[in-house]
């Protein structure tokens, strides 16, 4: 509503308009007007006032006509209608509410009756302009929400399909950045960890398909929880092999160290569950091999199956080491060792030829954290 309100005064009597217009000026109303039945629509139109006096019987449109006009015209807000009507007889004047009016006034009008409708109906305008905003802000805010819910559910549909393909580091950072950059191919300084079982080549040759099947799931259920616990990126399961990286795509002060910690964790485990299988019958071991250095990565495969790699001879060493590795054993190349001798206890393993590496590196076998720095963390 217009403030102050704005009034159109429609009669087709001069004398009539002036004696509304200076009637109702007192009151500090923005007033209009208009002389017959067309320049009120004109006017309405122009003016969208908040309260309309029509004059009922006029020239070329009478009020009762352009009553039925203004609400049938669905470009205009709700504008209140007093018809001022010298008729007296009921009928006329249910004609004129029917037809659109919200009040009348009888003519000739008394001007403390005029008064009170012209309030009483501007009160009912202001009502309804403010349920009219209310809805509109309703209808906003309803609107915000369903935008916010649908792109939430995308985002939850786009996790669960990137979860399929990719670590869940990868597809937390892929989803929280709003794009896909993470995923083309970049180069970074990683720590790679392979593990993978003794005896289950010979296991799964004779043993019932069952069997393995279950094996395998028990233990990737263990190095499963293990790699989301220290914060590890699952590069790939191959069957019995493990695959984990460190420092990509989530960066990590020291990889080594992290890579080194989550090994000592999987070996408990591991144990643990080599036992079990062996009450049954099952001759299997595990071991595990750590390497440092530099990887290509991002995502290799095809549309609909994709996995995220790292490609280099980081991943080689890793893999190699795990060959090496007697059960039980955590070996460690030297730029591994270099980051975490302070951390740890190591005994050397020797100089390994590993397939595939041109030169013998040295190579060593991790012990345990040593205990002074964790009485320095207990301390700090």
Same mark, same amino acid.
């Given at each position: 509503?217009?403030?102050? =309100?704005r009034?159109?005064?429609?009669d087709?009597n001069?004398?009539?308009?002036?004696?509304?217009?200076?009637?109702?000026?007192?009151?500090?109303?923005?007033l #209009?007007?208009?002389?017959? !039945?067309?320049?009120?629509?004109?006017?309405?139109?122009e003016?969208?006032p908040?309260?309309?006096?029509?004059?009922?019987?006029?020239?070329?449109?009478d009020?009762?006509?352009?009553c039925?006009?203004?609400?049938?015209?669905?470009?205009?807000p709700f504008?209140?209608?007093?018809l001022?009507?010298?008729? %007296?007889?009921?009928?006329?004047?249910?004609a004129?509410?029917?037809?659109?009016?919200?009040?009348?006034?009888? #003519?000739?009008? &008394?001007?403390?009756?005029?008064?009170a409708?012209?309030?009483?109906?501007?009160?009912l305008?202001?009502?309804?302009?403010?349920?009219?905003?209310?809805a509109t802000?309703?209808?906003?805010?309803?609107?915000?929400?369903?935008?916010?819910v649908?792109?939430?559910?995308?985002?939850?549909?786009?996790?669960?399909?990137?979860?399929?393909?990719? =670590?869940p580091?990868?597809?937390?950072? $892929?989803?929280a950045?709003?794009?896909e950059?993470?995923l083309?191919?970049?180069?970074?300084?990683?720590?790679?960890?392979?593990?993978?079982?003794?005896?289950?080549?010979?296991?799964?040759?004779?043993? &019932?398909?069952?069997?393995?099947?279950?094996?395998?799931r028990?233990?990737h259920e263990?190095?499963?929880?293990?790699?989301?616990?220290?914060?590890?990126t699952?590069?790939?399961?191959?069957?019995?092999?493990?695959?984990?990286?460190?420092? &990509?795509p989530?960066q990590?002060?020291?990889?080594?160290?992290? %890579?080194?910690?989550m090994?000592?964790?999987?070996?408990?485990?591991?144990t %643990?569950?080599?036992?079990?299988?062996?009450?049954l019958g099952?001759?299997?071991?595990?071991?595990? !091999?750590?390497?440092?250095?530099?990887a290509?990565?991002?995502t $290799?495969g095809?549309?609909?199956?994709?996995?995220?790699?790292?490609i !280099?001879?980081?991943?080689?060493?890793?893999?190699?080491?795990? &060959?090496?590795?007697?059960?039980?054993?955590?070996?460690?190349?030297?730029?591994?060792?270099?980051?975490?001798?302070e951390?740890?206890?190591?005994?050397?393993a !020797?100089?390994?030829?590993?397939k595939?590496?041109?030169?013998?590196?040295e190579?060593?076998?991790?012990?345990?954290?040593?205990?002074?720095?964790q009485?320095?963390?207990?301390?700090?």
């Amino acid at each position: 509503m217009h403030n102050p =309100p704005r009034i159109l005064i429609v009669d087709d009597n001069d004398t009539n308009r002036d004696i509304l217009q200076s009637r109702l000026e007192l009151h500090g109303y923005d007033l #209009k007007q208009a002389a017959d !039945g067309e320049e009120a629509l004109a006017a309405i139109k122009e003016h969208l006032p908040d309260l309309v006096l029509l004059d009922v019987m006029m020239p070329k449109l009478d009020g009762i006509e352009v009553c039925k006009r203004v609400r049938a015209d669905n470009t205009l807000p709700f504008i209140p209608i007093i018809l001022c009507t010298a008729k %007296a007889d009921s009928k006329d004047v249910v004609a004129g509410l029917e037809a659109g009016a919200d009040e009348y006034l009888t #003519k000739p009008i &008394d001007q403390t009756a005029l008064v009170a409708r012209v309030k009483s109906v501007l009160r009912l305008k202001g009502l309804h302009d403010q349920v009219s905003a209310q809805a509109t802000e309703l209808a906003t805010l309803n609107k915000g929400l369903e935008q916010r819910v649908a792109e939430q559910l995308g985002e939850i549909e786009r996790m669960s399909k990137l979860r399929r393909f990719l =670590p869940p580091q990868v597809a937390d950072l $892929i989803v929280a950045s709003g794009s896909e950059k993470e995923l083309e191919s970049h180069r970074r300084e990683i720590t790679a960890l392979f593990c993978d079982l003794r005896g289950f080549t010979g296991f799964s040759e004779s043993a &019932d398909p069952e069997d393995v099947m279950t094996l395998l799931r028990q233990y990737h259920e263990a190095v499963g929880t293990i790699i989301h616990k220290h914060g590890g990126t699952l590069e790939r399961y191959a069957g019995d092999g493990v695959m984990v990286i460190f420092n &990509d795509p989530v960066q990590v002060p020291n990889p080594a160290l992290a %890579a080194v910690k989550m090994a000592l964790e999987m070996r408990v485990g591991l144990t %643990a569950l080599c036992n079990r299988w062996r009450r049954l019958g099952h001759e299997i071991g595990f071991g595990i !091999g750590i390497s440092h250095g530099y990887a290509t990565l991002g995502t $290799i495969g095809f549309e609909g199956r994709f996995d995220y790699a790292a490609i !280099g001879t980081v991943s080689n060493v890793a893999s190699r080491l795990c &060959d090496e590795a007697a059960s039980g054993q955590i070996l460690i190349a030297p730029r591994v060792f270099m980051a975490i001798e302070e951390h740890v206890t190591v005994e050397p393993a !020797g100089q390994f030829e590993l397939k595939g590496i041109r030169r013998p590196i040295e190579v060593y076998n991790v012990v345990e954290l040593s205990a002074a720095p964790q009485a320095e963390a207990k301390q700090a």
